[in-house]
């Protein structure tokens, strides 16, 4: 969706997607947004709540099996196990997500993690292919003119462009932009504090190959988890940088991540987004 500085503040329903890297601030903006007549639209929590729920429940109830004392009290129907993630706290979806590596260090068999990375990324287009329906939604039923679409860090790894053009049809496309110095804190940040993360067949296949010949491994279940995890990482953002470029070249616009961080209310937000429409 293409428009100039007037068409968007004039645009009575305004539909926003934020485009970038996890954690350059679409979920605070969003969540600052809420309380300005914005429905915030977490691609991560649709995919948990619908088209993961089950899987994930799944897995909890797989581990909680593993204790004898549970195990009694699940059979009986005793008890019973709730996903209750929220837009907030999606570690359901991420502790479901899992890194590769040791079983002993929680790590997931190769072919079991790329089924789950399989699951991730169909639920991820088909929570992308809501996106419309949701911002007639966040109108009909919940009363909120203006809707905001937060997609996921993984969005530009997806190579149906179908699903990228309808977003792009629906809404206007922001993305995020990272300074060097940002990409250097999420790095940094990133191998303080490892987490699974969906990685494109091709690049999981590449990439752990070279790992096996930098460290002289041989099998998935030899690797530390975590390790994999901040070594695959800046390789990971590397390729993902020039991904959503392009699709902000293509469809949309972009801003700078500390102007976002900056924007304190919904005045500054739409004040921002004119300004890059006006580039």
Not at 149 to 164: A, K, L
Not at 240 to 249: F, G, M
Request: negative net charge.
């Amino acid at each position: 969706m293409r428009m100039d500085r007037q068409e968007f503040l004039a645009w009575p329903r305004k539909r926003v997607t934020l485009l970038g890297m996890s954690g350059v601030g679409k979920t605070r903006l969003a969540n600052m947004l809420r309380n300005d007549d914005w429905f915030h639209y977490s691609v991560d929590y649709r995919i948990g709540t619908r088209y993961l729920d089950e899987p994930i429940l799944d897995n909890i109830k797989t581990q909680a099996m593993q204790v004898p004392f549970l195990q009694e009290l699940l059979r009986s129907d005793s008890i019973y196990i709730s996903n209750n993630i929220t837009v907030d706290n999606l570690a359901p979806l991420s502790s479901f997500l899992g890194m590769l590596g040791n079983p002993d260090l929680g790590g997931l068999a190769l072919s079991e993690f790329k089924r789950r990375q399989q699951l991730h990324l169909s639920g991820e287009l088909a929570a992308l292919r809501d996106v419309e329906q949701f911002a007639e939604k966040a109108k009909i039923i919940y009363g909120y003119d203006h809707f905001l679409n937060d997609v996921s860090g993984s969005f530009c790894e997806i190579e149906d462009q179908s699903i990228i053009n309808a977003v792009a049809a629906n809404t206007l496309m922001i993305y995020i932009k990272t300074s060097p110095e940002d990409e250097a804190f999420l790095i940094e940040r990133a191998a303080r504090n490892p987490k699974p993360l969906y990685y494109r067949e091709s690049f999981l296949d590449e990439q752990l190959a070279e790992y096996y010949r930098e460290s002289g491994l041989e099998y998935t279940a030899q690797i530390d988890p975590a390790d994999f995890v901040r070594w695959v990482f800046p390789r990971l953002f590397k390729t993902r940088l020039p991904r959503y470029q392009h699709i902000a070249d293509a469809h949309g616009y972009e801003i700078s991540a500390r102007d976002a961080f900056e924007v304190q209310n919904a005045d500054e937000f739409l004040q921002l987004i004119g300004d890059a429409l006006d580039h």
